[in-house]
């Protein structure tokens, strides 16, 4: 009985593997600790706050580099939930941008007559569930980290709120976001349906072995354009324009970078593990939203006069990119898997740099126009030379980095030996050179046309969005020139 009594005792109350969990659960109280300070101190205490959040992300990296020093695999809850190599990239990742993102909000928020701590609250619960999202292999946790994503993100959206157009950028960022959930959710009921299981590696068995396929094209696609609406993939980007226009530039970089890149990490994982045997309805519906998303992305960006919308757009195209490999994952999963991620990375570093030059910048001209960056290599060379690293990066314009992701796109298509992989590298490399006219567009206003102000009065950049450009300058280089990201992605072969 005593035998029986144990038995029971180790089933109710299975051990938990905390240092898995440690990420999650150090910015879960580190969030906790910084919301009790503020509301102790309230005003006295306001202006530590965004360096104790950015401390909080730092600590967290702490159990990240442990676990990855580890190397072991640890698969939590009979699969739902897995802490690998891939997701501790990813992790490290999130961490990294929102500390960037905290470095160039401070004096931007400073600057704004809003109470701010909430605002770097609700970007710790945000980053919190893109931590969740890396490690989630099961459509309910999936779910409820997309959830916790962007619930904060429609709140932050709104923040300037006696700005109409803030105001408007938060309310069509929620209708849309709640639109894609409600489609997404279907599809993923579907999914459980026909399953029975919401785990990632029943379904792709279950895709496998049923004659319900019918059922099965319909969950897919439903659950694709969810996730499309999320990474803003054309014909399903419509919110994304204004609301990055409209909603606070730092937030706005928060959005196109880490909310975007946590769709893609969940995109990823379902149809990599759970629609691993429907490579023939997947990959035909992948290689039209990439082929339209990048097109229709650079071509309105050759249009548009504000710097803002023009990375908006050129963020879409950008996406388009990223869904390639994708289109041709049936053959070559691990290098689609390799590819995306590098491109992530490397992504991140680039957009995050760009955004960073753009609030600089913003704080001399007071404007939002490509025009206001007309002789900036008089007025700050500095930022200058910054921007035109981020603008050849996103170009892909060796040696930054942006080429070494666009080269690991490329290897993947052609990888596949495919008709389809080919065509979509030649639609792939005709919008890069299409891509490339807007971005040199910007250099030549920094470097040959005059200021719009007649006047070179020299600039001084404040100290955290120095920080931010040097962490992106040095890692949009280096990983071009060293191609450090190949060689950590390796691993992605399978989680």
Do not use: C
Not at 105 to 128: K, R
């Amino acid at each position: 009985m005593l035998a029986q009594a144990v038995e029971v005792s180790e089933f109710v109350r299975p051990h938990i593997d905390w240092h898995a969990f440690a990420p999650e659960l150090i910015l879960l109280a580190w969030g906790a600790l910084v919301t009790v300070i503020d509301l102790i101190g309230l005003e006295k205490t306001r202006r530590y706050i965004p360096g104790l959040t950015g401390i909080g992300f730092l600590l967290a990296m702490i159990p990240v580099l442990t676990l990855w020093n580890d190397g072991s695999t640890r698969v939590l809850f009979d699969g739902a939930y897995v802490v690998d190599e891939y997701a501790l990239v990813l992790k490290g990742l999130f961490l990294i941008t929102g500390y960037v993102v905290v470095l160039f909000s401070t004096y931007y928020m400073a600057d704004g007559d809003y109470y701010d701590s909430e605002y770097y609250q609700l970007i710790a619960a945000s980053l919190l569930g893109m931590l969740v999202m890396t490690s989630a292999r099961d459509l309910i946790s999936i779910f409820v980290a997309l959830e916790l994503i962007s619930i904060p993100a429609y709140l932050m959206a709104a923040w300037r709120k006696r700005d109409l157009k803030s105001n408007e950028a938060g309310l069509k960022y929620m209708l849309m976001g709640v639109f894609a959930s409600a489609i997404m959710l279907y599809g993923m009921s579907l999914l459980y349906g026909v399953a029975g299981d919401t785990r990632l590696s029943v379904i792709g068995e279950a895709f496998t072995v049923s004659e319900s396929k019918p059922l099965f094209t319909l969950a897919v696609l439903f659950t694709i354009i969810g996730f499309a609406f999320k990474i803003s993939a054309v014909p399903f980007h419509t919110w994304a324009p204004d609301t990055y226009e409209g909603a606070p530039t730092p937030l706005t970089a928060f959005l196109a970078v880490a909310s975007k890149t946590a769709g893609f990490v969940a995109l990823v994982s379902i149809i990599l593990e759970g629609f691993s045997g429907q490579a023939e309805v997947v990959e035909p519906f992948m290689w039209i939203l990439s082929a339209v998303t990048m097109t229709v992305g650079n071509l309105i960006a050759l249009k548009q006069t504000n710097i803002v919308r023009m990375l908006a757009y050129s963020g879409i195209a950008q996406a388009g990119y990223m869904m390639a490999p994708l289109a041709v994952y049936g053959t070559v999963s691990d290098a689609a898997r390799s590819s995306i991620v590098t491109y992530l990375v490397i992504y991140a570093a680039m957009n995050l740099g760009a955004f960073t030059v753009v609030i600089a910048a913003a704080r001399r001209t007071k404007s939002g126009e490509v025009a206001s960056f007309g002789g900036m290599i008089n007025w700050s060379p500095g930022l200058m030379a910054a921007m035109t690293v981020f603008l050849f990066s996103l170009a892909g314009i060796p040696p930054m980095g942006g080429w070494l992701a666009k080269w690991q796109i490329f290897s993947a298509l052609l990888e596949a030996d495919r008709n389809t992989g080919v065509a979509l590298a030649i639609v792939a490399a005709v919008n890069s050179v299409i891509a490339a006219y807007y971005y040199l567009n910007i250099a030549k206003q920094m470097w040959f046309l005059p200021s719009p102000e007649g006047e070179f009065r020299p600039f001084k950049v404040p100290a955290a969005l120095t920080a931010a450009l040097v962490i992106t300058v040095v890692l949009t280089i280096g990983m071009g020139v060293t191609g450090f990201v190949p060689e950590i992605t390796e691993f992605v072969a399978a989680p």
